[in-house]
């Protein structure tokens, strides 16, 4: 059974600093891309940022790039979501992604986090 547990959230202030990690089991952690989305009341969700399997870095929503920082670690089957200077903007629920490598591959979300910044 494929399981996606993302911890880490809470709630901070405005300029505040949040690492989110994401535990990942039951499925070949080295064979997917890892995503973190998030999800705002009343908002769709929209995509943070995006790791490969190798660690090179997809790319980083607009509104969070030099604040957010992706990364991974294989042998830990861990994803993480380095979140600095944080905005009020950007309170969510954020979510963990797994997406396989192979096409037509399986996709896998976490249950998410809650992550609220006060101004």
């Known amino acids: 059974q494929v399981q996606l547990v993302e911890s880490g959230g809470g709630w901070v202030q405005s300029g505040g600093t949040l690492r989110l990690s994401c535990a990942a089991s039951?499925?070949?952690?080295?064979?997917?891309?890892m995503r973190w989305y998030r999800q705002a009341p009343g908002k769709e969700r929209e995509l943070v940022a995006g790791i490969t399997i190798s660690g090179i870095i997809e790319g980083y929503a607009d509104s969070v790039k030099g604040r957010f920082t992706i990364s991974r670690d294989n042998a830990k089957k861990m994803a993480y979501l380095e979140m600095t200077n944080l905005l009020s903007e950007d309170t969510a629920v954020y979510y963990c992604n797994a997406v396989s490598i192979y096409i037509g591959g399986d996709r896998h979300w976490g249950q998410g986090t809650q992550v609220s910044v006060s101004s």
């Open positions: 039951g499925l070949t952690f080295s064979n997917y891309d």
